[in-house]
């Protein structure tokens, strides 16, 4: 089972997240062979941490809260909330397996709530596709409706990143700016 994992990070909280740096990337070691993806927001101005993504296979939902509830950033309350939802890979792959240039172009989390459930998932936008680092549905609980999307996408900017998904589907649409996580 699949499972799309956002921590936000709460104000002010950049100091402890730097103290438990080790600790975090110990933790995520234990998770190294399920992760499908990874790596942290940023504000606007590309440099200010805003949150953590993580979009990991496990078991069950038992596990994913426990993957995102024992994270020790979280634990200490360097976190002001946590978004944990089923999700589907409609890639089949992991971003380590991006065949685009990590390098060139920026990169954003897109996350887009509150379609009409009783419509079915869109497929990745193929003018798009070569730019999807991880694309798929996040899903209620039981993985069976539909209640939004979330994407990694390399793109020239925020409202470029935007437009993969459908414009007026959604309720809400949010766009950080991400980074391809892991050790360095």
């Excluded at 426990?66 to 089923?86: H, K, S, T």
């Excluded at 379609?115 to 497929?123: I, R």
């Excluded at 020239?156 to 993969?164: L, M, Q, T």
Aim: hydrophobic content about 40%; some cysteine.
């Amino acid at each position: 089972m699949e499972f799309f994992c956002f921590h936000r990070d709460r104000v002010g909280s950049l100091k402890l997240r730097e103290e438990l740096g080790e600790a975090h990337w110990a933790y995520m070691d234990q998770y190294e062979a399920e992760l499908i993806a990874r790596g942290p927001t940023f504000a606007d101005d590309g440099e200010t941490p805003t949150g953590s993504v993580h979009i990991v296979d496990l078991p069950d939902p038992t596990a994913a809260r426990a993957f995102a509830f024992d994270e020790p950033n979280y634990q200490a309350g360097a976190y002001r909330d946590v978004l944990l939802r089923r999700w589907r890979n409609a890639l089949g792959r992991t971003m380590w397996d991006f065949p685009g240039d990590r390098t060139t172009g920026d990169h954003y989390l897109v996350i887009g709530l509150g379609p009409d459930p009783a419509t079915a998932p869109e497929p990745p936008p193929s003018k798009a596709r070569d730019d999807l680092i991880a694309y798929g549905p996040l899903l209620s609980d039981d993985g069976e409706v539909w209640v939004g999307t979330a994407v990694l996408v390399r793109a020239s900017d925020a409202e470029a990143a935007r437009g993969v998904l459908t414009e007026g589907r959604y309720a809400d649409v949010e766009v950080r700016a991400w980074e391809f996580g892991g050790r360095r």
